[in-house]
C-alpha cells in the first residue's frame, strides 16, 4: 500500500498482492485511499482492484462514481464493470451515471457498458436506464430507450432489436447491441446476427465475443470434469482466460471456470491490459 501511495509510483505491478489481501480481509479503507489517491497509476490499480473484487466494494460506491468522470478510459470502464457487481436499489444515480458511458468520447468504454446491458440483472439494468433518463432529460436516454425498458425490463422482442440497431442516434444503437446479446437459456444466433446491425465497433465487437468466447466457454465447462486441476494456468488458458476477461466476465469467475487459483490470473491479466492499452 505505501509503494503504491508513493509519488514514485508509476503503475508497477501489486495488484496480485492485494487482491489477496483484500480477499483475506485486509479493511477496504485502505482501497478508499488509493481510489482518492492525487497519483493517476494508483488510482488506475484501485480501479482494477474494485473490478475485480465486486460485491464487497458497495460501501465504496460514491467514490467508483467518481471514477467514470476520469481522463483515462480504462478506469472509466472498469469502473462501469464495478458498479454493475456493487451497487442495490439505492444506487440508482450511480448506476445511471454509468449508463450514460454509452456516450462517452472513447468506444472502448462503449463495450464497457454494452457488456453492462449484456449482464446486468433485470432490476439493475431498469434502474440504470432510468438513472440515465433522470440525468439527461430529453435525451433518447428518456425519450427511446428508458420508455422501451418501461414495457419490458430484460428482453426485447425481435421486432424492436430490428429496429433499434438502424436508429439514427448511436447510443440507440449501441443499446440495442447490448440488448440483443443478453443470456437468454440458449444462445439463439438469429438475436446475435440482428446485433451485427447495429453499425458500432465496440457493438459488433461484443457481438463476436457473445457469439465465439461464450461458446468455448460453455464448451470448455462441459468438459473439465475430465481434467485433474492444474498447479498454474498454461498459456493456452491464459489466452482463453484473457479473452473471458475482455468480454466481461470477472477473475473470480474465470478461475472457478478453468480450476485454477485466481491469484495467478491477475497478474498477466493487469500486464497484457496495459500492453494493450498502449497500443490502442
Given at each position: 500500500m505505501n509503494l503504491i501511495l508513493s509519488d514514485g509510483y508509476q503503475g508497477e505491478c501489486y495488484s496480485q498482492e492485494l487482491y489477496g489481501a483484500f480477499l483475506r480481509g485486509f479493511p477496504l479503507e485502505n482501497l478508499r485511499r488509493l481510489l482518492t489517491?492525487?497519483?493517476d497509476a494508483a488510482v488506475?490499480?484501485?480501479?482494477?482492484?474494485v473490478y475485480e473484487l465486486g460485491w464487497?466494494?458497495?460501501?465504496l460506491v460514491a467514490e467508483i462514481s467518481e471514477l467514470l468522470q476520469h481522463a483515462e478510459p480504462q478506469v472509466r470502464f472498469d469502473a462501469v464493470h464495478a458498479l454493475r457487481e456493487c451497487t442495490t436499489k439505492d444506487d440508482g444515480e450511480a448506476l445511471g451515471k454509468a449508463f450514460l458511458l454509452l456516450d462517452d468520447p472513447s468506444p472502448f468504454v462503449h463495450r464497457g457498458v454494452i457488456q453492462f446491458i449484456q449482464f446486468a440483472e433485470?432490476?439493475?439494468?431498469?434502474?440504470?436506464?432510468?438513472?440515465?433518463?433522470?440525468l439527461r432529460g430529453g435525451?433518447?436516454?428518456?425519450t427511446v430507450i428508458s420508455a422501451l425498458i418501461r414495457k419490458s425490463p430484460g428482453i426485447l422482442e425481435k421486432s424492436e432489436l430490428n429496429k433499434l440497431v438502424v436508429h439514427s442516434d448511436p447510443i440507440v444503437r449501441r443499446f440495442?447491441?447490448?440488448?440483443?446479446?443478453r443470456p437468454r437459456h440458449v444462445v439463439d444466433e438469429e438475436f446475435l446476427d440482428i446485433a451485427l446491425a447495429c453499425n458500432d465497433e465496440e457493438g459488433i465487437r461484443a457481438v463476436d465475443?457473445?457469439?465465439?468466447?461464450?461458446?468455448?466457454?460453455?464448451?470448455l465447462q462441459a468438459n473439465l470434469h475430465l481434467r485433474e486441476r492444474p498447479s498454474a494456468p498454461t498459456k493456452a488458458q491464459l489466452e482463453l482466460a484473457y479473452d473471458l476477461a475482455r468480454s466481461g466476465r470477472r477473475t473470480i469467475e474465470i478461475a472457478q471456470l478453468l480450476r485454477v487459483d485466481s491469484r495467478a490470473l491477475i497478474g498477466?491479466?493487469?500486464?497484457?491490459?496495459?500492453?494493450e492499452h498502449k497500443k490502442a
Open positions: 489517491s492525487e497519483n488506475q490499480t484501485a480501479a482494477y482492484l464487497p466494494v458497495h460501501p433485470d432490476w439493475k439494468l431498469r434502474f440504470a436506464v432510468h438513472g440515465a433518463a433522470k435525451s433518447v436516454f428518456e440495442a447491441a447490448g440488448m440483443a446479446i465475443w457473445a457469439r465465439d468466447k461464450a461458446l468455448k466457454a460453455h464448451n498477466p491479466f493487469l500486464a497484457a491490459r496495459q500492453s
